[in-house]
């Protein structure tokens, strides 16, 4: 406790106004040394530390009205310019109001050490920075007077490893990062946090892809630079789906990458496998089957989504399919909507008439009704017969007999209402069935595939028929805005 209250009372001396003055110094606005008060902005105040004491020289600046303005230790003071003195220990400055300005702190060769920190008259940091023998090392960080960051940066041993630009509310809008001092990358940024430019650089001159971000995040452009300068002709445009778009930087039009099965990806939707391309703004899906409907087929789903900003028009004519079987090739080539309604029709037709003979034949008999009565004669009778069985077959037959016989003789009477009602059944049966073959004609070409205009967003989906043929693998193209794109299926049982 002792020695602490001696240390207090040194303190106290050595801050106070009974310190030892040895020299009052005064300078203008820009800190140089000027002669008489009358021409200064500022005055300082030189206190010796007393001999065996454990603190230094000490200095206390006023502004020329009298208010304190900083105070700290020194090794050396320049009368004539401040900038060349020399600082050692805790130095801190003041606002008029009394409010601390900085604290700065100095090691033995007068270079800043550790924290050095400034504020805002309201008290808040201004901005702050960590020193190593002179040299900034680790953060360094400066502030809004709301408290929001507006740069930060991060050195080590003296070398910038990075630095970060914000906007006034506190997102960033620029990031810098370096190699051995030199620019590595640098990002930018929309105020609403979004990354809205990305680059590399190779001797400080942007080399590598350049991205450039839409701020609603949908998307960006990648272009490729080289020594500043654009690598190519083009920029390509991918949105968060994968749709890859490449369009020629002058003209604004798109460019067609060729694709190849290398392009093909897979996915499973609903149970059933998709391949699929995603590229010059184009998604085109195929999934395929082998349908037993009114004959084998190769049943091809297909899926267009337009992702340009222009239409694109689907050729159902233009498609071609084949199948490889060993070293032989088999063309296979889909339908047309016209081409399989036509097949497709003959077939339904045939049934509808085959349908509509079956419902007839069973009501000829339908108003038709047997009796039998028995009779002893003698003599010769003569006897006819014309009957017809419930399968439509028609029977006739004569016969003669002499003596005393008994006989057995058949009658048919005709019921009109029985047989109006068995025809008014036969034809209901006979107009549903055609209408449910009607149904199926309708469904089938409303979902099939006809040439079409694919507005930009807009999409298609719907089926194709190809002959079927025995084979190792079933091959589609699909013509589109200018590319073929190629559909492999392994079809070997």
Request: aromatic fraction near 14%; proline fraction near 2%.
């Amino acid at each position: 406790m002792k020695k602490l209250l001696i240390a207090t009372t040194l303190l106290l001396c050595l801050h106070g106004l009974k310190a030892q003055k040895i020299d009052t110094i005064y300078y203008d606005t820009n800190w140089k040394g000027v002669a008489v008060k009358e021409l200064a902005s500022y005055m300082r105040v030189i206190y010796e530390a007393p001999k065996g004491s454990m603190y230094g020289n000490v200095e206390k600046n006023y502004f020329i009205t009298g208010e304190l303005q900083g105070e700290g230790g020194f090794s050396y003071i320049d009368k004539y310019d401040d900038s060349k003195s020399k600082w050692k220990g805790k130095v801190l400055a003041y606002y008029k109001t009394g409010k601390k300005e900085a604290e700065y702190y100095y090691n033995d060769s007068s270079e800043h050490e550790g924290l050095q920190t400034e504020y805002y008259e309201s008290g808040s940091i201004r901005n702050f920075a960590n020193y190593s023998n002179g040299l900034p090392n680790g953060e360094l960080k400066r502030f809004n007077e709301n408290g929001k960051p507006s740069e930060a940066y991060k050195y080590s041993n003296g070398e910038i490893q990075s630095s970060n630009l914000y906007y006034d509310n506190g997102k960033p809008s620029e990031a810098t990062f370096y190699t051995n001092g030199a620019t590595q990358s640098s990002m930018k940024y929309y105020e609403n946090g979004a990354v809205k430019f990305k680059a590399t650089f190779k001797n400080e001159k942007m080399d590598g892809t350049f991205f450039q971000y839409l701020e609603d995040g949908s998307g960006h452009y990648e272009t490729e630079m080289s020594d500043g300068q654009k690598a190519n002709n083009y920029t390509t445009f991918e949105d968060n789906a994968g749709n890859r778009i490449k369009y020629n930087i002058e003209s604004k039009e798109v460019i067609q990458d060729k694709p190849t099965l290398a392009d093909m990806k897979s996915t499973v939707s609903n149970g059933a496998t998709f391949l699929y391309y995603k590229m010059n703004g184009i998604f085109l899906a195929v999934n395929v089957t082998i349908s037993s409907d009114n004959g084998k087929y190769f049943l091809a789903s297909i899926v267009v989504g337009n992702n340009l900003n222009q239409s694109i028009v689907f050729e159902a004519d233009k498609l071609d399919g084949f199948v490889e079987k060993n070293t032989k090739t088999y063309s296979c080539k889909p339908y047309t909507s016209d081409e399989f309604a036509n097949i497709v029709g003959k077939k339904l037709r045939s049934k509808s008439f085959w349908n509509s003979v079956g419902q007839n034949l069973a009501t000829m008999n339908a108003g038709v009704s047997t009796s039998s009565t028995s009779t002893l004669s003698a003599g010769y009778v003569n006897s006819a017969a014309i009957a017809a069985d419930n399968n439509g077959n028609v029977v006739a037959g004569v016969g003669s007999s002499y003596g005393a016989n008994s006989t057995v003789s058949q009658t048919q009477t005709y019921n009109a209402g029985a047989q109006y009602q068995a025809n008014q059944n036969a034809q209901r049966n006979i107009s549903q069935y055609n209408n449910q073959l009607e149904q199926y004609q309708s469904a089938l070409d409303e979902g099939y595939l006809k040439s079409n205009v694919v507005e930009p967003s807009k999409s298609i989906t719907g089926n194709m028929n190809a002959k079927f043929q025995k084979g190792d693998k079933f091959i589609l193209y699909i013509p589109l805005n200018g590319s073929t794109y190629q559909f492999e299926w392994n079809i070997k049982d």
